[in-house]
């Protein structure tokens, strides 16, 4: 049977708003809402299904309509729900965005209390699917004592740990983190938020320094920057590795949003097929560009990725 990658952390419902014309403050804008089945490691675990990688989605919805709604997706996806807990203190998490005239994020509220259901008891009983995986994908929703219940779960196994930073605020937790992560993905503002500076994306030399000081535990870092391209950090030879982005034009960018975990399920989709790190990275963009030309949170164009590894 194939080990699978065990996508735990966020499931929520995502609310979008973004205005026809130019985003005016403190009044009514007409525009556009949608909403979609959110969350990071629900979006990674989705992404992920599209690639055809078989996953595990462990995480929590309220026992109320947004939940029924994720279920059912996750259902008509083939993802099973079987390890989704249902809260009954609860309410499903939220995430609501607004967006400005060129469809970027302006602003978002983030309500999580959903995430307090994942403790280290609820993850105990889920323990023999956590270890017999390839990969195990974690978020930052998730609290610093069940994160570093995983990294203990699966110390010296022959498994990849991949942890996503979330946001800027929610990226401090990994200061507390105890253990080795092999791989960390995070914008350039959420590096800052971690390493509480504000350096400069071309200042290689002050970003090795403060991580090897400050983050001691991963062992690959990711660092996205949009259009500016992306870092790679590897504790192995403490050096920083470039590469490009093609920027795209503001036709072609409809919603940013959920760009960042496409990036994060795509760099997961090669690691997964031991493809190495430069190919894992290019699949990371490949998808985040296919998913900024969708209204929806994971594209439904993923499969051009397939077709291209396929003819590769």
Avoid: W
């Avoid at 499931?11 to 969350?39: A, C, H, M, W």
């Avoid at 992306?230 to 192995?236: D, G």
Wanted: hydrophobic share 40%; proline share 2%.
């Amino acid at each position: 049977m194939l080990k699978k990658v065990s996508c735990i952390g966020g499931i929520n419902l995502d609310i979008k708003g973004s205005p026809f014309k130019r985003l005016e403050l403190q009044t009514s804008n007409p525009g556009k809402v949608f909403y979609s089945s959110g969350g990071v490691a629900r979006n990674v675990a989705h992404n992920l299904v599209k690639l055809n990688v078989p996953i595990n989605l462990i995480g929590a919805v309220g026992n109320d309509s947004f939940g029924e709604i994720i279920l059912n997706e996750m259902n008509n996806l083939d993802i099973e729900t079987g390890h989704i807990k249902i809260s009954k203190h609860f309410q499903t998490g939220v995430y609501l965005a607004i967006l400005n005239e060129i469809r970027d994020m302006y602003v978002s509220i983030s309500d999580m209390q959903i995430m307090e259901e994942i403790d280290t008891v609820f993850l105990e009983e889920k323990k023999d699917f956590i270890i017999d995986s390839k990969i195990i994908f974690l978020d930052t929703n998730l609290n610093v004592d069940v994160i570093n219940f995983v990294l203990k779960l699966v110390e010296n196994k022959n498994i990849k740990v991949i942890i996503n930073a979330v946001s800027i605020a929610k990226v401090k937790k990994l200061l507390q983190v105890d253990n080795n992560v092999d791989y960390l993905t995070l914008n350039f503002m959420e590096l800052n938020s971690l390493l509480d500076k504000e350096l400069e994306f071309p200042n290689r030399e002050g970003i090795i320094k403060n991580i090897q000081q400050k983050i001691p535990n991963f062992t690959n870092i990711v660092i996205t920057n949009g259009a500016d391209g992306i870092y790679f950090f590897s504790r192995k030879d403490n050096n920083l590795n470039f590469f490009p982005v093609k920027e795209m034009s503001s036709e072609e960018i409809i919603d940013t949003n959920g760009a960042g975990d496409a990036f994060t399920a795509g760099f997961i989709y090669g690691l997964y097929n031991d493809l190495g790190i430069n190919q894992s990275i290019y699949y990371g963009i490949k998808a985040s560009q296919i998913t900024m030309k969708s209204y929806k949170t994971v594209s439904d164009e993923l499969y051009k990725i397939l077709e291209e590894t396929e003819n590769n």
